[in-house]
């Protein structure tokens, strides 16, 4: 065979292995059409109650001397700890997060500052217990603490305990059930209003559980409501047969 023989041989079969990919492209395209499919979503809620709550106080005292103002604030971390074992709570309930020490006299604004005031000490003390009932209540009798003499910091510090839901594994796996269940039931729906049939499961997204307050309430901080609502929901796509 000539070398130009060759040329057009070659040219031919490239040709035929070209239109025979191509043809065989068309068909894969033409079968992933000739799927029906329906995308459903399912939902499972449950309303729970928090099992943890966090209560983060923080007081404080002033004084002329970094000494007077020190006695001033063991006598009030004394009387939160005594009304906080009042009311139910052990030492290791409470954790002393922090104390800062404040010189007015070393600021910017040092001429306006009354000598009786001259050291200011805060104090952070954080109560954590499981027993969310007692916290929430010892919160709203914050008023016999002020009886004590004990000066709140006027800061969201100070906003009040927030409650947390950590048992989600122990519902995870009946929810995921019960969504799942729900989405097919939508799919069935949906498959028998058109004439057909729910197959196979093409694929399944899981989605984001949330915790979420158990009521909305605008402008209100949501963790510091003790019941929660934990919301699962599952995204499904069936397969559609005749």
């Known amino acids: 065979m000539s070398s130009l023989s060759r040329v057009i041989a070659g040219g031919l079969v490239g040709l035929g292995v070209a239109v025979g990919g191509l043809l065989a492209g068309q068909s894969l395209v033409e079968s992933r059409l000739g799927y029906r499919v329906v995308t459903v979503k399912g939902l499972s809620e449950r309303e729970v109650k928090a099992n943890l709550g966090f209560w983060p106080i923080r007081f404080v005292t002033t004084g002329p001397t970094l000494e007077a103002a020190r006695a001033k604030l063991e006598t009030s971390e004394l009387a939160v700890k005594t009304f906080l074992t009042g009311n139910g709570f052990t030492a290791a309930d409470m954790q002393v ?23 200011v000490l805060t104090e952070d003390m954080l109560v954590r217990s499981a027993e969310v009932d007692k916290l929430q209540n010892s919160a709203r009798m914050i ?9 709140f910091s006027a800061d969201a510090y100070n906003a009040g305990p927030s409650f947390v839901f950590t048992q989600v594994n122990d519902l995870k796996g009946e ?16 498959a028998a209003e058109s004439g057909a049939k729910v197959g196979d499961i093409q694929s399944a997204n899981q989605g984001v559980i949330e915790i979420t307050p158990a009521i909305e309430i605008p402008n209100d901080r949501p963790e510091k409501q003790v019941t929660k609502k934990v919301r699962v929901v599952t995204t499904i796509t069936y397969f559609l047969k005749d």
């Open 143 to 151: 008023g016999d603490l002020l009886k004590s003499g004990v000066v």
């Open 97 to 119: 997060q922090n104390i800062q020490v404040e010189d007015r006299l070393a600021g910017y604004n040092a001429q306006g500052t009354p000598e009786d005031s001259r050291f």
């Open 175 to 190: 929810m995921l059930t019960e969504a799942t269940k729900r989405a097919k039931e939508a799919a069935e729906k949906f």
